[in-house]
């Protein structure tokens, strides 16, 4: 069965500085993959997706990721954070064809003045 | 354009009592879902709906039942309720052409 694993529960970064969420999936398969971003008392909205194509994914509010099959993962990144990032972000993946996303545990973002 | 929209946003329950969990999105969507957020757990799926007329088991579906009503409403019943079923419910949309789902804003459920 698919899973989603994302190692870092927590990240705190100084404002400015650039971010990496780490994100990493089970199965080789075709599959999509998505970002989403959820900030306190809200749903999640989505950041990025990835269906095929280039590997390097751009999303809103100057995020972005990479696809590597290789290593079966989809890291999200962003160059310099503002306060406003502060979220929980979550990856989640869906093996093409099928109608289920299973999304991993969460990466809460901190980002210090 | 509302989306997706989950009543009621906030309520407690009593342990034993029963609730229905309404979702409605109108986005014209085939499929819709049903998710728990638990801290450290991210979201699990309790049940989907591919298309109207079709409801199948997820991760956790014990303790809960789902009734796709029409192809705008997906709603999600517990019967007898349980402190360990004190979460944030969250339902999400597809459309058949698109691939990301669209979420409600959460139903914060309490059970003492």
Not at chain 1, 8 to 19: G, K, L, N, R
Request: glycine fraction near 8%.
């Amino acid at each position: 069965a698919q899973s989603v694993t994302q190692l870092d529960s927590q990240v705190p970064v100084f404002e400015e500085a650039p971010v990496e969420l780490r994100c990493n999936y089970s199965s080789s398969v075709s599959v999509y993959l998505f970002w989403y971003v959820q900030y306190p008392n809200q749903g999640l909205q989505l950041l990025l997706k990835y269906l095929s194509g280039s590997t390097l994914v751009k999303g809103i509010n100057g995020f972005e990721a990479e696809f590597n099959k290789s290593q079966t993962s989809f890291h999200l990144r962003k160059p310099s954070v503002h306060i406003s990032d502060t979220a929980e972000y979550f990856c989640a993946v869906s093996d093409e064809g099928t109608y289920k996303y299973i999304f991993g545990t969460g990466t809460r973002l901190k980002v210090l003045a | 354009n509302a989306g997706v929209t989950q009543t009621p946003k906030f309520q407690v329950l009593k342990t034993g009592q029963s609730m229905t969990l309404q979702c409605a999105q109108d986005m014209n969507h085939n499929s819709m879902y049903w998710y728990r957020q638990d801290p450290g757990m991210g979201l699990r799926l309790i049940y989907y709906s591919a298309s109207e007329g079709t409801t199948d088991k997820g991760e956790v579906p014990n303790g809960y039942n789902v009734s796709r009503l029409n192809k705008r409403e997906f709603s999600l019943r517990l019967e007898s309720a349980a402190p360990s079923q004190t979460s944030v419910y969250f339902c999400a949309s597809r459309d058949r052409k698109k691939t990301e789902a669209f979420f409600g804003q959460g139903t914060r459920l309490t059970v003492v």
